[in-house]
């Protein structure tokens, strides 16, 4: 039997989950990731700054509409990275971080004197990324990051994360002992469409003219492939679109209701004025 460890597990979910491309930078505690990485079909791309390495994902995710996988190490490494994180939360780009954290034995302790211990490594990270777990036994890997990829993949999608301390990533697992497979969810149910109130609708309905109305597309525009649909209600009531820098080209640039979202004046004047 080929010796088998949470690493294994991790990478085999990810792999299920049909990601492709991890991005991160090595560290202690993650060992057990990266060496399950090795042995794994998954693309590895490494920087030299942890917070490179959530832009990367982050860019990654934009162009490619596919979400990008982050492997972390604990402490220093992982908090480096919510500079990125916070632009891919802000702008809704999907990133299933998977980040190491130190030895089971010293989580919800304070000062064990562990290397690279944070009291709190979940709450550092919490006002950047939609969903937070922490794994406490190896059976717990395939759920914890089939949740986080449904979550990091419904609307608005962004930066999930998941932790696993440093002794389950190593913990040895016989390849008697596969969990069962996963798959990834089909785009019609991982990705969710929130619906608005009928009564929001109909007061939309009767604000909207063509003397005020000024529409703002945003990345969720680009990515979900409504460009024309807003273009349709652009040309409709005859309203100028601006469009934000994550949803630059959901609007074509040379359609005559097109704005550039500049931060000027004539555009400042426009916001206004709706």
């Not at 088998?4 to 993650?30: C, M, S, W």
């Not at 679109?241 to 074509?252: L, W």
């Amino acid at each position: 039997m080929t010796p088998r460890n949470g690493g294994d597990v991790v990478v085999e979910t990810l792999t299920a989950l049909d990601i492709k491309d991890v991005f991160g930078i090595p560290g202690q505690h993650a060992l057990g990731l990266f060496d399950a990485l090795s042995r794994s079909p998954l693309n590895f791309y490494s920087s030299r700054v942890e917070n490179n390495a959530a832009f990367a994902a982050d860019g990654y995710a934009r162009a490619t509409g596919n979400p990008a996988a982050l492997f972390l190490s604990t402490g220093p490494g992982a908090l480096t990275s919510l500079a990125g994180l916070q632009e891919a939360y802000a702008t809704g780009a999907p990133i299933i971080v998977v980040s190491s954290q130190i030895p089971a034995a010293g989580l919800g302790a304070r000062r064990k004197g562990m290397l690279h211990q944070l009291d709190e490594q979940t709450e550092s990270v919490r006002n950047v990324t939609k969903f937070q777990a922490t794994v406490q036994h190896t059976a717990a890997i395939p759920s914890a990051l089939e949740d986080a990829y449904r979550e990091a993949m419904t609307a608005p999608q962004g930066p999930v994360w998941v932790e696993i301390p440093q002794d389950i990533l190593l913990e040895s697992q016989a390849s008697a002992h596969r969990l069962p497979a996963i798959s990834a969810p089909t785009v019609a149910t991982a990705i969710t469409q929130p619906e608005a109130h009928a009564a929001l609708v109909a007061r939309a309905a009767q604000i909207i003219n063509s003397q005020s109305t000024v529409i703002v597309a945003g990345g969720g525009v680009r990515r979900s492939g409504a460009g024309e649909l807003v273009v349709q209600l652009a040309e409709k009531v005859d309203a100028p679109v601006v469009c934000t820098v994550g949803g630059n080209t959901a609007v074509p640039r040379g359609h005559r209701l097109a704005v550039h979202f500049i931060e000027d004046r004539h555009v400042t004047d426009l916001m206004d004025s709706a």
